[in-house]
Nanobody, 114 residues
């Protein structure tokens, strides 16, 4: 049974920080590229950050310098540290695992508002 369990979302003020976690099970985590996406209702889901199986990292231009993706293979967990949050970061954030096939988490709501 494949599971991607996300946590860490919530309400935060502009300029604040949140740390999202995605704990995975049911597949060989260390061989999968892990990524974070976000989606606002009515808009396309967009890639936020990716870390592949050897540690190469990519960020969306919108979050570069503010967000940090990392992974702990011993804990089958991928993290997204989000700093200097802006209202436009408000979205449902999803983690995704991909190798030959892909798996998605259920998403966690992040709301940035004063």
């Amino acid at each position: 049974q494949v599971q991607l369990v996300e946590s860490g979302g919530g309400l935060v003020q502009p300029g604040g920080s949140l740390r999202l976690s995605c704990v995975c099970s049911g597949f060989t985590f260390s061989t999968y590229a892990m990524s974070w996406y976000r989606q606002v209702p009515g808009k396309e889901r967009e890639l936020v950050a990716l870390i592949n199986s050897i540690g190469d990292i990519l960020y969306s231009d919108d979050v570069k310098g503010r967000f940090t993706i990392s992974r702990d293979n011993a804990k089958n967990t991928v993290f997204l540290q989000m700093n200097s949050l802006k209202p436009e970061d408000t979205a449902v954030y999803y983690c995704k695992a991909r190798s030959f096939i892909e798996y998605w988490g259920q998403g966690t709501q992040v709301t940035v508002s004063s």
